[in-house]
């Protein structure tokens, strides 16, 4: 068998070149390539980052519009919400969810959330019937460590991570932590002076105007207390139902979030409140590192269900006067959702 080979004069001329040009590239050829390579990357990374998000964003606000929609099959059967959580330790107001939620002997004990109570309308009927109502959280280990997916935003999780284990009643636990919670009200929801524990008992302020069980700043999700559909004073939608919570470590002073769906208080729920009466200032909003505030990973702002079944994606830079109202459900103040 022979074989031909074409002479280099031949070659370039084949592959149409001049007849003195390289036959590789360059340096200067190579660097430039991979600078435009670098340059469009730098222009698309971002957009497809954002892209991203956009989907992101889109399923948390449908998780909370399932929230929302399971709320409401709830209470055309109860005919209210439930409450925001059933609790017995420590005296009215100044219930103490976290003591009774964690107590090792959880017998005629409950401390768990509203969350619990829809789990039927969230197809967990099974997970539902497995809860024991005679006994408390803890008692309910197996079932409190049940990972449900609608109550994680996909920007910040997907599942419990090991950094999120401190904020459970039980570091040990595994699963079962929540990115959504109940509006508590437009009040001071917790005491943070006396319980230098993180334990959160709702507040009992000497200011009786500024606490949570106020009328006139109470919202849907007091505690031992079902609100129901005419108690909506200010309207369905012009009232917050549930919306995104921050998940904060405390390293910043402004105290430890605690987290899980089964847990009753502020694990569950947030207020719209904006200040508190002494102690820590909030400076009211949302994502603005104080544990009592709503908040979220999203850039920009958190994602809210009304009352009325709507969810909205409001912005950090809402007025803070205006969010206070949209947390209360009869204080009489005009409250529209910003454009």
Not at 74 to 84: I, K, L, M, R, V
Not at 100 to 125: C, F, H, K, N, T
Not at 261 to 279: D, M, P, Q, R
């Amino acid at each position: 068998m022979k074989v031909f080979v074409l002479p280099p004069s031949a070659l370039r001329t084949h592959l149409f070149l001049p007849p003195h040009a390289p036959l590789a590239f360059t340096l200067v050829e190579v660097l430039v390539v991979a600078l435009v390579l670098m340059l469009l990357m730098a222009l698309l990374l971002p957009a497809v980052q954002m892209a991203r998000e956009a989907a992101r964003r889109a399923r948390c606000a449908s998780n909370l519009k399932q929230i929302g929609v399971a709320l409401h099959s709830y209470s055309q059967f109860a005919e209210t919400f439930p409450p925001g959580c059933t609790v017995s330790t420590g005296a009215y107001p100044a219930w103490d969810p976290w003591t009774e939620a964690s107590a090792a002997d959880g017998s005629g004990r409950s401390g768990a959330s509203w969350m619990v109570m829809i789990l039927p309308y969230l197809d967990q009927v099974n997970l539902y019937k497995s809860w024991d109502f005679r006994t408390n959280v803890r008692g309910n280990a197996a079932a409190a460590q049940t990972d449900i997916a609608v109550f994680y935003c996909p920007s910040r999780r997907h599942r419990l991570r090991l950094k999120d284990s401190g904020r459970m009643i039980d570091s040990g636990w595994t699963g079962g932590g929540t990115d959504y919670g109940g509006c508590l009200g437009a009040g001071n929801g917790w005491d943070n002076e006396s319980d230098s524990t993180d334990h959160h008992k709702f507040a009992n302020t000497p200011i009786a105007d500024e606490r949570w069980d106020n009328p006139k700043v109470i919202g849907i999700f007091p505690p031992n207390y079902a609100i129901g559909f005419m108690a909506i004073k200010d309207g369905t939608s012009h009232t917050i139902l549930t919306g995104e919570l921050q998940r904060l470590d405390g390293s910043i002073g402004q105290r430890t979030s605690q987290d899980g769906w089964a847990l009753g208080g502020v694990a569950t729920l947030f207020t719209t409140a904006k200040s508190e009466t002494g102690g820590l200032y909030q400076t009211g909003g949302m994502n603005n590192n104080f544990f009592e505030s709503p908040g979220s990973d999203h850039p920009e702002g958190a994602s809210f269900g009304m009352a009325d079944g709507t969810v909205h994606f409001l912005i950090n830079k809402i007025d803070k006067q205006l969010f206070c109202y949209l947390g209360a459900i009869a204080d009489g103040e005009p409250a529209e959702l910003p454009e």
